[in-house]
Structure formats: C-alpha cells, structure tokens
C-alpha cells in the first residue's frame, strides 16, 4: 500500500505562484510512477503532470507546459509542483497519485490507471 497526502493548496491571484507538496508513506520501495491530476467544480479529473525515475521521464498537459513544474525529493519521499503564473481556469481541486506500471505519454493521463490517491488540496486562483 502507499499512502498520499497533499498539502499547499491556497487562495492566490492571477499570475501567482503556489507549490503543492505529496508526502508518499508505506511500501514505497523502487520507482514509482507519481502524477498530479487536478477536478475543477462540474469536469472531469484532467492529468496535470507525471514524473518518473526522479525526472528522467516527464509528461505535462498542453494547459500547463511552461507554467508547471513536477519534481520529487526521493530522500523526502516527496512529489512537488510548482505552479507559476497561475490563472482562474487552473482553479481545482490537486491530487497526488500513484502507480508501480508504466506510463506512456497516451496513457498517463489515464485516471483509472492509478491505484493510489491522496485526498486532495484546493487551488483557488481569482482575477
């Protein structure tokens, strides 16, 4: 099992800058596969970004290219993304999630590929 938990959503104004944090415990031996998603109020969860093997593979959504950033601190266990120049459309709830399979760049985005989710943190971002 791995256990997610997210931390750094806040209320900011356009052209602000946030950085989430995703705590990753339990059996978190070997590379994982570990995304951001985000579920803006009415819409479907949307992939925001996936790292593995810390960065040698990295995939973002067309949306947030240039303006996010996934990293992670393996000795922290540790997922981060830094948000930059935000907008009201980035407005979502974050979620951290995980996965042990392969990802391509089709299928990372995928939802239900992801056996492991955190419980989310709340981005507001008004004009």
């Known amino acids: 099992q791995v256990r997610l938990v997210e931390s750094g959503g806040d209320s900011v104004q356009t052209g602000g800058s946030l950085r989430l944090s995703c705590a990753a415990s339990?059996?978190?031996?070997?590379?994982?596969?570990m995304a951001w998603f985000r579920q803006a109020p009415g819409k479907e969860r949307e992939g925001v970004a996936v790292?593995?093997?810390?960065?040698?593979?990295?995939y973002y959504a067309d949306s947030v290219k240039g303006r996010f950033t996934i990293a992670q601190d393996n000795a922290k266990n540790t997922l981060y993304l830094q948000m930059n120049s935000l907008k009201p459309e980035d407005t979502a709830m974050y979620y951290c999630?995980?996965?042990?399979?392969?990802?391509?760049?089709?299928?990372?985005?995928?939802?239900?590929?992801?056996?492991?989710w955190g419980q989310g943190t709340q981005v507001t971002v008004s004009s």
């Open positions: 790292i593995y093997n810390s960065g040698h593979i990295t």
């Open positions: 339990g059996y978190i031996s070997g590379n994982l596969w």
């Open positions: 999630a995980a996965d042990w399979r392969p990802k391509s760049g089709y299928t990372w985005s995928v939802e239900n590929a992801y056996p492991y």
